[in-house]
């Protein structure tokens, strides 16, 4: 079992900033991707930011030039820092991660955090 615990959602005004934090623990080998997704009512689940083992990041247009994914190798830990919020960012945010179980390395599997809510509003 994989657990993946967020954390730092919540109110903001437009232009405001949050940091979401996801430490995932459990029968992990390794992990070779983190990222967030985020699903807005009556919508799809969508990608926010995704970060790899080694790196290499990955964003959603909307989001590009005010959100930052970063990651913490050693503590299996993601974290996106939210700048210039918008309403249109209001959503439920929920940390993902692609891993290898330490009881067959050959598998990738996929975790989910229960959520966090962000709400921009004035």
Known sequence: QVQLVESGGGLVQPGGSLRLSC???????????????????????????????????????SVKGRFTISR??????????????K?????????????APDYDVSLALDAWGQGTLVTVSS
């Open 72 to 85: 913490d190798n050693a503590k299996n830990t993601v974290y996106l820092q939210m700048n210039d919020l």
């Open 23 to 61: 430490a995932a623990s459990g029968s992990i080998f390794s992990i070779y991707a983190m990222g967030w997704y985020r699903q807005a009512p009556g919508k799809q689940r969508e990608l926010v930011a995704a970060i790899t083992s080694g790196g290499n990041t990955n964003y959603a247009g």
């Open 87 to 99: 309403p249109e960012d209001t959503a439920v945010y929920y940390c993902n991660s692609h891993y």
